[in-house]
């Protein structure tokens, strides 16, 4: 657990340098109030998937949440179609709103705890089930909406959340700052916490020492399920529109963010600020790309190039890499280069 | 064929089952996906008796090729205990870059030569993911997610992103070769086109490496437990190495076949077909965690999505519920395969 510190330093680094250099860039605009607001208010959807990602990878075993963004969507779409099939969006917009957001939450939830289900009960691969319920959410989506994209128009506190601030920072980055808080405060106070992290470090272990083995897989997903509805209720609110395939990239950036952050893929590690700031991270490369011009194709290039280079990282240690001493000891680093 | 070594065992260690049928399906997992397949298709008949015509039948021929060789691609990986995602980005790369390469520079290249050169362009892609899954040492799907970005995002900012709708003329003619023509009680002419051969030439020689050579014993054994494979003296560097740059030639065959088939070059084609190919493998009998599975099964199981996926419209489904389908079918799979192995 020592680097945990070192971990965290780093990013908190790369922000800074991130921020000077987009403000040398830019000539001074990227640090515009205007600008961190727009960033802020576009981290929130990134950074829930990817701590829904990092639970899920915590819970080790080849745990991962393939199905986030769809389960995002397919909250967003069902709960949008329900409720405005008995409420009117326009003329009762609070009464909507909360019956949007309740609507979403419980889609979002019941499709964690069926992840948790298939996996622990049926002991289904994490990997296999998710990707298969990535794509029933998603075809679920398709069948209630007929593909096509579901109005949700802007009722009153639906829109706030997406677009007001709160001295002068947007709603939904508060949201997202105190649900990790709350996800944080869960994994460190609480024994669920704790059986995560020792779960994923040893599984059999963990049987053998008598934890809820199968309660805390479906508490995980659950969990995780109930991150994405929240993403599907900021999606709602920052858009007019749902759409079952809205932010297809997301999944590889989600993964992405919780490697960045240090989570371990293979289970037992993995911190909620650090996910959080390599999120923020995420988010000002992505603006600065933004800035300097490039196609959206450079960028996924770009985030293809970052995660490999970041598991580099996490492999080979990079302190030890850098200084010559060690240097002997580590096979040379297969720097990812561009195809040719 | 080749059922796991490790399974074999359990067998041969001689609990006498009673009821032989289970038994059978433990060993033969695929013998549930042909049932399945042989089902589904009974139903169509019967619900609309199109679907036996001699056209139906060649266009789920035609269609299975390509998904097919990305599908024994994905298994050849699976068997090892590794998962792809990076196939499809694979061949879209391969495909358009080669396209552009004939179109613009070598315009009189032998059609052999390009198929030639799109097959080892996906190898060397390939084996740039065996390295990486090797050398990274984290689960392959998180390394193959980051290579499909990589080589996909590649593709589209410094290659391409125009379509391509005329083709060099050879490799339009390769599309529309014939392997057997006749004509249809309505008087269409019905073509079974020559790259179908590709296919069963493939699987062919997939199922001679893993049961024929050592090669396929490393793959089977690395799946099986990669720790103790490489106590025995398997490399795993060297199956690492092999085995994606055979999924990433087959992904480049399969590409180029693609545009001569399709008649056009689209880099924006394939990406996101990639859960369809790993559910056609899984619904084959594979187990995702390694170790098991057989030619035979992939074959079954692509055949069993592709006619899902033509039939649904047939038989009056919406082609909204394709996703939905497909979905459920893989997770059914899953469980049931999970619970059959549970037993033992």
């Known amino acids: 657990m020592q680097k945990t510190g070192g971990q965290l330093a780093m990013l908190v680094v790369i922000n800074s340098l991130l921020l000077v250099a987009g403000a040398l860039i830019s000539g001074g605009t990227f640090l515009s109030v205007f600008n961190l607001q727009s960033m802020a208010s576009q981290v929130p959807e990134i ?10 990878m915590c819970a080790g075993n080849g745990g991962i949440d393939l199905s986030g963004i769809a389960l995002a969507n397919l909250s967003g779409v069902l709960s949008a179609v329900i409720v405005s099939s008995f409420l009117s969006a326009t003329e009762s917009g609070a009464a909507f709103s909360l019956a949007f ?23 289904i691969t994490p990997i296999l089930c998710t990707l298969g319920t990535q794509m029933a959410f998603m075809g679920l989506a398709v069948v209630v909406s007929s593909g096509k994209a579901v109005t949700v128009g802007s009722p009153a506190l639906l829109s706030s959340i997406g677009n007001d601030m709160i001295a002068a920072v947007p709603i939904s980055f508060f949201v997202f700052v105190l649900v990790a808080g709350v996800v944080a405060a869960l994994l460190k106070f609480t024994p669920y916490g704790l059986w995560l992290m020792l779960m994923g470090t040893n599984p059999k272990a963990a049987v053998y020492a008598g934890f809820p083995k199968n309660g805390v897989i479906i508490a995980t997903y659950a969990i995780s399920g109930t991150l994405s509805a929240l993403v599907g209720v900021i999606i709602a609110a920052r858009n007019v529109n749902v759409k079952f395939d809205y932010g297809s990239s997301y999944l590889l950036i989600a993964i992405l963010i919780a490697v960045m952050a240090g989570v371990k893929p293979e289970g037992g590690y993995g911190r909620v600020i650090c996910v959080v700031l390599s999120a923020i991270a995420l988010q000002l490369m992505s603006s600065l790309l933004n800035f300097s011009g490039l196609s959206n194709f450079v960028r996924d290039f770009a985030w293809g190039l970052l995660l490999l280079t970041f598991l580099a990282v996490g492999r080979y240690d990079i302190a030890g890499f850098l200084s010559p001493g060690r240097r002997s000891q580590t096979p040379s680093v297969p720097v990812p280069q561009a195809p040719k | 064929m080749s059922v796991s070594r490790t ?18 399906v433990r060993r033969r997992p695929e013998t549930i996906t042909f049932l399945l397949l042989v089902a589904i298709c009974v139903i169509v008949a019967v619900v609309n008796p199109a679907f036996l015509q001699p056209s139906t039948l060649i266009d789920i021929g035609r269609a299975s090729v390509v998904m097919g060789l990305f599908a024994l691609g994905v298994f050849i990986i699976l068997a090892a205990g590794g998962i792809d995602v990076s196939f499809t980005a694979i061949a879209a790369f391969t495909m358009y870059s080669m396209t552009v390469l004939v179109q613009s520079y070598l315009p009189n290249l032998p059609i052999v030569v390009v198929i030639l050169m799109a097959t080892l362009g996906g190898a060397a892609l390939g084996i740039i993911n065996g390295l990486l899954v090797h050398h990274l040492k984290v689960p392959s799907l998180i390394v193959t997610i980051g290579t499909q970005y990589l080589f996909r995002g590649f593709l589209l900012s410094f290659i391409g ?73 398997y490399s795993l560097r060297t199956v690492h190495v092999f085995l994606f740059g055979y999924a990433g030639a087959l992904a480049g065959l399969a590409g180029i076949i693609h545009v001569c088939a399709n008649r056009q070059a689209n880099p924006f084609d394939l990406v996101g077909t990639e859960i369809n190919v790993i559910a056609a493998v899984v619904l084959g009998g594979a187990r ?36 939905l389908v497909v979905g459920s079918f893989i997770l059914l799979a899953a469980a049931f395969f999970v619970t059959r192995q549970r037993k033992k």
Request: aromatic content about 8%; charged content about 10%.
């Open chain 1, 47 to 56: 950074g829930l998937l990817a701590i829904g990602v990092m639970l899920a």
């Open chain 1, 101 to 123: 957001i309740a609507g979403a939450l419980l889609v979002g939830f019941a499709g964690g705890v069926i992840n948790g289900l298939l996996i622990s009960r049926l002991n």
């Open chain 2, 7 to 24: 399974d074999e065992l359990h067998g041969a260690a001689g609990q006498s089952r009673s009821f032989s049928f289970g038994e059978h």
């Open chain 2, 161 to 233: 992103t125009v379509w391509i709708m005329s083709l060099p003329p050879q490799m339009g003619a390769f599309g529309r070769m014939p392997l057997v023509q006749f004509e249809s009680a309505n008087g269409a002419l019905i073509t079974l086109p020559f790259y179908f051969l590709v296919l069963p030439i493939a699987a062919f020689g997939t199922w001679w490496i893993l049961n024929r050579t050592l090669m396929g014993r490393a793959i089977f054994a690395v799946g099986g437990n990669a720790d103790i494979a490489s106590r025995l003296g």
């Open chain 2, 288 to 323: 995702i965690t390694g170790g098991t599975g057989t030619v035979l099964g992939t074959l079954l199981g692509v055949l069993l999505i592709v006619v899902l996926n033509s039939v649904l419209v047939m038989v009056g489904i919406p082609s909204t519920w394709q996703r």
